[in-house]
C-alpha cells in the first residue's frame, strides 16, 4: 500500500474518531446493526421531508402517520443518541470490534428517554407544567445518557459548558451577585428538568429542530454526492484549472475546499476529503509538510463560513437573527468570496518565496489572467444567479405553467444529455494514492465529464431562490429535499447509464450505483451522530438562558472588564468565542458563541452608541468560533491535516490561524462597515464594495506575509497595512475632520427631529436607571423621521414623551411595541431618577467617505513603484 494511502488511512480514522464513530464491530450482527440503524434513520429524515406522511395519513385515516412529523425531533435525537452510543467508544480503553453490555443498557435507557415523549405526548400535554415522578425520572435518564453521547462523540468541551449551566440553573440562586444581575433565584429538580426535557424550551428546542427538519437533508446531501463521485470531480477540476500554475496544488486545495465546504457540515471532514489528494501534492511541489496541511485547514474552515449551507449555520441564523434564508446566504456572500481569493493569494505569495513551480499538465495551459477572469466572473455571475433564473423562469412559463411533470421532464433532458457527453470522455477516477511525478489533468475532459453533478447544486440553488409557483421559493427543507431526491437519482443511474452509452456491460455499474446509495445514507447519518446530539446539549444551553437570564452574568463580566471600550470587548468576545468553540461541531459552536456573546455585543455597542445589525454580530461570533478548528491546542482540523502531511498539528494549527489571520479581520469589519454584509446596498454599489473590499484584503494578506511584489522592507509593511485599512474603513477619517451626526439635547431634540426627512433613520440616546441595579445607564437606538412631526414619529414607535424642566422624559413602552425588548425591560422607570431622552441625532451631510479611496491608491501605486524596482521575479 502506498504511502498516500497509509495516510488517508491514518486521518480517516481520526475522522472516525471525531465525526462519523470508530467503533467496528467484528460480529457481523452488531455491524449490520449500526449500519442498517443508518440506513433507517436517513429514509425516516427522507419520509417525514417528503408529502408522504400526509399522503398515507389520508390514505389510512390512521393519524400517527401524520403526527410522527410533529414529533420528529424525539425520534431524531433517539437515533442520534442511539448510533453515538453503538459507534462510538466510551473510552479508549473500550473494545472497538464489539459493543459492550453497558453500551446496550444505555442505548435502551436513552431511546426509552426520547420514546417516552412520543408514546405519552397526550397525557403530557394535559399537565403542563405539572410534571410526575415519572416524567423527572426519564428526563433525569435522557439528560444524563445525552450528556454521555455528547462525551462519547465530541469529547469534554460541550459536556463542560452544559454541565455549568445545568449548575447555575440549579444554584445560582445562591450568589447575590448573579441574583442581582438576572433577579433569577434557583429552580426546583422537577421544574429545572421540565423545562430542559418535557417541552420544547431545552433539549428539544430550536436547535435540535432546525437539526431534524434542515440540517440532516444538507449532510444528506453533501454524503451522497461525494459517494456518488461529485466530491472527488470538485478536486480534479479544481486541479485541472490551478494546478499547473504556481504552487498550483495548494491554489487548488482553496478552490476544492471552497466547492466541498459549500455543502459540507464539518471542517475535519473537509480537511481529510481534499487533503488526502491536495496535501501530498503539495508536499511533492515543496510545500513542506505543515504549511501543506496549514493551506488545506484554512481553507476547510473557510468552507464552513460559505453559502449555500455555511456549516448548517445558515439555517439557524434564520430562526435566531429572523431573517429570510436568502437574506442570510446575500449578507454571508461577499465576505466569504473576499476570504477565499484572499487565501489562494496568500498561497501565491507563499510560492513565489519559495520559488515553487505548478504541476506538468498536457495540451494547452490557461494564462493566469484568463483564470483570475474566470474566478471573479463565476462569482459575479452568482451574484447575479437570482435574476437569471427569473429570466428563465419567465421564458419556461408558457410552457411549462405550475407543472412539476414538466420541470421534472426538462431536468431528465438535461441530465441524459450531460450523461451522453460524459460518456464520450474517460471516467473521472479517483488517483489519490497514484505515485510518480504529479499531472494535471485536462480541464475540458474533466469539466464536462462530471458536469451533471452540478444539476442538484442548481436545483438546491433554484428552489432556494426562484422556484415555481408563483415565483415563491421553497423552504430550505424542502429544497434540500428535492436535491437530496435527484442527487440518489444520480447516484443510483449515472454510472449505468454512462455504460450504456459507452456500449459497455452495465450490470456491474448497477451494483455499484446502488452502493453509493447505500453508503450515502449511511455516511449521511454518521455525519449526523455529532451534529444531532450536539444541537441537543447546546439547547440545554438556549434553554438555561431562557430560564435564568444566564448570559447576563457573562455580558456584566465581559463588560466590567472591557471597561465600556467598544474594541477591547469585541477583541474579549472573539477570544471567548475561539475558547468556546474548540472542539464543537460547526452548528453547535454557532448556538454556543451566539446564545452567550451575541446580546452582549448588542447591549454594550448600544451603551457605547453604536447601532450594530443583528445579523452582523451573529456573523461576527460565528466567524470566530468557526476560526477554532484551526486554533491550537484543539484545532481539530489541524489534527487531521497533520495525520495526512505527517507535519507537526500545533504547527499546522498556528499556521493554519496565520494565514486565516484574514479571515479574523473580517468580523471587525462587520461591525464598523456593513457594506461588506451587503447591508441596505443596493446592485452597483455592491460591486464597488467588492472590489474595494478585495484590493483592500489582498494587500492585508500581502503586508502580513512580508511580501507584495518583491519582500517588503518594515515601513512598505506599514503602508500596505494602511491603505488596507482605508479601504475597509475610510469613514474613519471623515470622521476626525467632520463630525458624523448633527446632535441636539432637550427641546432643541425635537427641532432636530422635525427638521429631518421621512424617513430618515433619527439616533435617540436614552439615559436612565438599570432595572436589575439602580446605576444610570446610556443605550442608543433609531426610529424612522416624520417631517415636522416628532411627536408623531416617537408615537409611531411606541414611545410616549413628556417635556419638563428643559428634560424630555421617558414613559415606559407598552410590551408589543417596537423598543419594547429594549427599553421597557432594561430601565427601572418608577425610581427616583426619571428615563430620559438624553440626545438625538441626525446624520450630518458632508463630503463621502470614498474620497478617502483616492490618497489610499496613490499610496499604493508608490509602493508598487518602489517594489518593481526589486522584483527578482514576475508577480505572477
Known amino acids: 500500500m502506498s504511502q498516500n494511502a497509509n495516510e488517508a488511512r491514518s486521518a480517516d480514522d481520526m475522522v472516525a474518531e471525531a465525526d462519523t464513530g470508530a467503533r467496528n464491530p467484528s460480529t457481523k450482527w452488531q455491524a449490520n446493526l449500526i449500519i442498517g440503524t443508518c440506513i433507517v434513520w436517513s429514509l425516516f429524515q427522507l419520509y417525514i421531508a417528503s408529502k408522504l406522511p400526509g399522503i398515507v395519513a389520508q390514505a389510512t385515516g390512521m393519524s400517527i402517520f401524520a403526527n410522527i412529523v410533529a414529533q420528529a425531533r424525539f425520534v431524531h435525537l433517539a437515533f442520534a443518541i442511539m448510533l453515538a452510543t453503538l459507534a462510538f467508544p466510551l473510552f ?65 468541551p460541550l459536556v463542560i459548558i452544559a454541565s455549568c449551566f445545568i449548575a447555575f440553573a440549579f444554584f445560582g440562586g445562591y450568589s447575590e451577585w448573579a441574583r442581582n444581575i438576572t433577579n ?49 470531480w470538485f478536486i480534479k477540476v479544481a486541479i485541472a484549472l490551478l494546478g499547473a500554475l504556481r504552487g498550483g496544488p495548494a491554489k487548488a486545495s482553496v478552490l476544492s475546499s471552497m466547492m466541498t ?81 484572499a487565501l489562494l493569494y496568500i498561497v501565491h505569495l507563499e510560492s513565489l518565496k519559495m520559488g515553487l513551480e505548478g504541476l506538468k499538465k498536457p495540451g494547452r495551459r490557461i494564462g493566469v489572467m484568463m483564470i483570475m477572469i474566470l474566478f471573479l466572473s463565476g462569482f459575479i455571475f452568482l451574484g447575479i444567479l437570482t435574476f437569471l433564473m427569473i429570466g428563465l423562469r419567465a421564458v419556461l412559463d408558457p410552457v411549462m405553467g405550475e407543472s412539476v ?90 454510472r449505468p447509464i454512462k455504460a450504456f452509452f459507452r456500449g459497455q456491460g452495465h450490470a456491474e455499474a448497477l451494483v455499484q450505483g446502488w452502493r453509493d446509495f447505500v453508503n450515502g445514507l449511511i455516511l449521511g447519518a454518521r455525519n449526523m451522530i455529532g451534529i444531532g446530539v450536539a444541537t441537543g446539549a447546546a439547547g440545554i444551553i438556549v434553554g438555561t438562558i431562557s430560564l435564568t437570564g444566564a448570559h447576563q452574568v457573562i455580558g456584566q463580566v465581559i463588560e466590567v472588564i472591557s471597561g465600556g ?26 448556538i454556543v458563541v ?64 496565520a494565514y486565516d489571520i484574514r479571515t479574523a479581520l473580517l468580523p471587525f469589519l462587520f461591525i464598523f462597515n456593513t457594506d461588506l454584509l451587503l447591508i441596505d446596498v443596493g446592485p452597483l454599489k455592491a460591486v464597488f464594495v467588492f472590489f474595494i473590499a478585495l484590493t483592500a484584503m489582498l494587500l492585508f494578506a500581502a503586508a502580513t506575509q512580508g511580501y507584495f511584489i518583491a519582500k517588503s522592507r518594515k515601513w512598505e509593511t506599514a503602508v500596505l497595512l494602511l491603505i488596507a485599512f482605508m479601504l475597509f474603513r475610510p469613514g474613519f477619517f471623515l470622521n476626525q475632520i467632520s463630525d458624523q451626526y448633527i446632535t441636539a439635547e432637550g427641546p432643541a431634540a425635537l427641532t432636530l427631529m422635525e427638521g429631518a426627512e421621512t424617513g430618515e433613520q433619527v439616533r435617540l440616546t436614552i439615559s436612565g436607571p438599570d432595572f436589575d441595579n439602580g446605576e444610570l445607564r446610556p443605550t442608543t437606538i433609531t426610529l424612522p423621521a416624520m417631517a415636522g412631526d416628532a411627536m408623531g414619529a416617537l408615537t409611531d414607535q411606541g414611545l410616549t414623551v413628556l417635556e419638563e424642566d428643559g428634560k424630555l422624559l421617558l414613559d415606559e413602552p407598552f410590551p408589543g411595541t417596537p423598543h419594547f425588548e429594549t427599553l421597557g425591560v432594561e430601565y427601572d422607570y418608577y425610581g427616583d431618577s426619571p428615563v430620559v431622552i438624553s440626545a438625538v441625532q441626525i446624520e450630518n451631510e458632508r463630503m463621502a467617505k470614498e474620497w478617502f479611496f483616492i490618497p489610499a491608491l496613490l499610496m499604493l501605486i508608490g509602493i508598487v513603484l518602489v517594489q518593481r524596482r526589486r522584483a527578482t521575479q514576475p508577480a505572477f
Not at 477583541?571 to 472542539?583: K, N, R
Not at 489534527?639 to 498556528?654: C, E, F, L
Request: aromatic share 10%; proline share 6%.
Open 405 to 494: 411533470y414538466a420541470s421534472v421532464a426538462l431536468i431528465a433532458v438535461i441530465y441524459i444529455a450531460l450523461l451522453w457527453v460524459a460518456a464520450r470522455y474517460p471516467e473521472i477516477e479517483d488517483d489519490s494514492d497514484s505515485e510518480g511525478a504529479p499531472v494535471a489533468p485536462r480541464l475540458t475532459p474533466t469539466l464536462i465529464g462530471g458536469l451533471y453533478f452540478a444539476i442538484p447544486i442548481f436545483i438546491l440553488v433554484w428552489n432556494l431562490m426562484v422556484r415555481t409557483e408563483g415565483l415563491e421559493r421553497l423552504s430550505p427543507a424542502l429544497s434540500a429535499f428535492w436535491a437530496t431526491v435527484f442527487m440518489i437519482i444520480i447516484a443510483l443511474t449515472h
Open 261 to 341: 465546504g459549500m455543502i459540507s457540515g464539518s471542517s475535519i471532514a473537509n480537511t481529510v476529503t481534499t487533503g488526502t489528494f491536495t496535501i501530498p501534492l503539495m508536499k511533492r511541489i515543496g510545500f513542506p509538510a505543515e504549511k501543506a496541511g496549514a493551506v488545506e485547514v484554512a481553507s476547510s474552515t473557510n468552507g464552513q463560513l460559505t453559502p449555500p449551507v455555511m456549516g448548517a449555520a445558515a439555517f439557524l441564523m434564520v430562526e435566531y437573527v429572523n431573517i429570510p434564508y436568502i437574506e442570510v446566504v446575500k449578507h454571508a456572500f461577499l465576505p466569504a468570496v473576499i476570504s477565499y481569493i
Open 594 to 657: 451566539s446564545s452567550l456573546m451575541a446580546p452582549v455585543i448588542v447591549s454594550v455597542g448600544a451603551q457605547a452608541g453604536l447601532i450594530v445589525p443583528l445579523i452582523a454580530v451573529h456573523m461576527f461570533v460565528f466567524y470566530f468560533g468557526i476560526l477554532a478548528d484551526d486554533t491550537p491546542p484543539v484545532g481539530l482540523a489541524a489534527y487531521a491535516a497533520a495525520a495526512i502531511s505527517r507535519g507537526d498539528p500545533i504547527k499546522t494549527g498556528v499556521q493554519g490561524f
Open 92 to 156: 479508549k480503553s473500550s473494545p472497538r470490534d464489539r459493543i459492550p453490555l453497558y453500551d446496550w443498557a444505555l442505548v435502551i435507557l436513552g431511546v426509552a428517554a426520547c420514546l417516552y415523549l412520543v408514546v405519552f405526548r397526550f397525557e403530557i400535554a394535559d399537565r403542563p407544567g405539572l410534571w410526575n415522578s415519572t416524567d423527572v425520572t426519564m428526563s433525569i435518564i435522557g439528560m444524563a445518557v445525552l450528556m454521555v453521547s455528547v462525551y462519547r462523540s465530541l469529547g469534554l
Open 565 to 590: 471600550n467598544l474594541i477591547i470587548l469585541l477583541v474579549l468576545v472573539a477570544v471567548l468565542s475561539l475558547i468556546l468553540g474548540m472542539g464543537l461541531p460547526t452548528t453547535a459552536n454557532y
Open 184 to 232: 433569577y433565584g434557583g429552580s426546583s429538580l422537577s421544574k429545572a428538568l421540565g423545562h430542559y426535557w418535557m417541552q420544547t424550551e431545552g433539549v428539544f428546542g430550536v436547535a435540535l429542530g432546525v437539526s431534524t427538519s434542515m440540517i440532516f437533508l444538507f449532510v444528506l446531501f453533501g454524503a451522497l454526492l461525494d459517494r456518488a463521485g461529485g466530491g472527488n
